[in-house]
T-cell receptor, first 117, second 115 residues
Framework: AQKITQTQPGMFVQEKEAVTLDCTYD???????LFWYKQPSSGEMIFLIY??????QNATEGRYSLNFQKARKSANLVISASQLGDSAMYFC??????????????FGAGTTVTVRA | GAVVSQHPSWVICKSGTSVKIECRSL??????MFWYRQFPKQSLMLMAT?????????EQGVEKDKFLINHASLTLSTLTVTSAHPEDSSFYIC???????????FGPGTRLTVT
């Protein structure tokens, strides 16, 4: 079974508007972490935001915020005030087994975001 | 911030030859590094977990005799693709674990083309 599901292969967004990227996850662990990464066409993976399973507040980092709904097992990324430089592929990832010092990440299929001027 | 480098950034080799890719953590020590493979427009697939001073742990379906991983020091892990074939052409990315909150930093990737 897929651990991370990203159902939107591609999205278009108008510059200066907000966009929400969906991510649902599947785990039986109580302690886990959720990550979002950005991968521009150059290929490097850029860390955007992190949410721990026990964090009560939704994580925010500048224009990025994570809408964490634990009961629904979703961790959607919201990018506000989109810029042309936000055009990239975005990956949701999960780390399980935090208490077992297992640091592996499981990645979703990714969502390609294209920002239009 | 934590910086991870990879060398080379791209390489073209002939079928049957071996290629070594280096992954270095430049400003921190990484006891654990990871190697991923990514095909165009697809997700990252974890190949193996590399721990300093011990044998790498390979994911199911990854041939350990073909993809040799060595983590000789706290700042360097290498991936050697042995007897490369065209189907090994891919984007290989490493990441290093910083020891904080499961945060991993990724290298810029190496694009391998086998002709």
């Amino acid at each position: 079974a897929q651990k991370i599901t990203q159902t939107q292969p591609g999205m278009f967004v108008q510059e200066k508007e907000a966009v929400t990227l969906d991510c649902t996850y599947d785990t039986s662990d109580q302690s886990y972490g959720l990550f979002w990464y950005k991968q521009p066409s150059s290929g490097e993976m850029i860390f955007l935001i992190y949410q721990g399973s026990y964090d009560e507040q939704n994580a925010t980092e500048g224009r990025y915020s994570l809408n964490f709904q634990k009961a629904r097992k979703s961790a959607n990324l919201v990018i506000s005030a989109s810029q042309l430089g936000d055009s990239a592929m975005y990956f949701c990832a999960m780390r399980e087994g935090i208490r077992n010092n297992d640091y592996k990440l499981s990645f979703g299929a990714g969502t390609t975001v294209t920002v239009r001027a | 911030g934590a910086v991870v480098s990879q060398h080379p950034s791209w390489v073209i080799c002939k079928s049957g030859t071996s290629v070594k890719i280096e992954c270095r953590s430049l400003d921190f020590q990484a006891t654990t590094m990871f190697w991923y493979r990514q095909f165009p427009k697809q997700s990252l697939m974890l190949m193996a977990t590399s721990n300093e001073g011990s044998k790498a742990t390979y994911e199911q379906g990854v041939e350990k005799d073909k993809f040799l991983i060595n983590h000789a020091s706290l700042t360097l892990s290498t991936l050697t693709v042995t007897s490369a074939h065209p189907e090994d052409s891919s984007f290989y990315i490493c990441s290093a674990y910083t020891g904080r909150d499961g945060e991993q930093y990724f290298g810029p990737g190496t694009r391998l083309t086998v002709t």
